[in-house]
């Protein structure tokens, strides 16, 4: 093979790729009827649906990142009895039906489930409600900030740590003042995936919590009860809102390198 011909023949098989991903995108967004768009565009169910999605999924990320980072660090920084198997259970939502993933969640978080039933009593129930919702997001979604966080941790050379506990530090302050600010962007890099992720799901939260509506149980919804002209118009709304909301968010959070 010529040394010009395997550049090219990856910038082909690249551009094939490129082109997979583009091409649905771009067909949905230029085939909807512009007057169901407008009518899409002040339909209450479908704004109450967006705003419940975003922010479901902006809530599961917060509590991701909250038990999310200390295991991330766990995982990067030590040694211990278990460990892969940790880490294969992390990534266990990527691997399992989300639909089975549902299931699950609803086997524990139903209204007979051991958690359901724990929770019941402060009035906190998990089936058909935004919690639920919130649930089923977090499952599926919590390996992207997990992993992408402890890579970002790995990348940081413990010694500065070592360097900070000899100048006086506690190890919360060496993490806090030395580690996290080296790390945030991995980190924001790993909500921001995992936020994204969220916004996508469906097997697990139809099963778990059909309502409130996201926008993918909306779209099947209509899809199902209507046809696909009126569910085409629902999903260009989330493309369009969650494309300029991820592009904006990328370029603020990541470096230039990782854009």
Known sequence: MKPRTFPR???LL????????ILPLAVTLFSTNPA???DTLVDPEVGRSIGITLSAAAVATGLGLLGGLPLSYLLARTRF???KVVEGIIDLPVVIPHTAAGIALLMVFGR??????????VGLVFTDTLAGVVVAMLFVSLPYLVNMSREAFAL???????VAAIDGATPWQAFWYVTLPQAWRGIAGGALMMWARGI????AVVILAYHPKVVPVLIFERFQ???LANALPVAVLLIVAVLAIFTILRGLLLPEEQR
């Open 81 to 83: 009895p278990g460990k």
């Open 112 to 121: 007979l489930g051991i958690l359901g039933q724990a929770f019941a009593p």
């Open 14 to 21: 690249g551009a094939l790729l490129v082109a997979f991903v």
């Open 36 to 38: 169901r768009l407008a």
């Open 156 to 162: 940081i050379d413990p010694e500065m740590e070592r």
């Open 200 to 203: 996508s799901e469906f097997g």
């Open 225 to 227: 009860g209507f046809g």
């Open 9 to 11: 023949l990856f910038a």
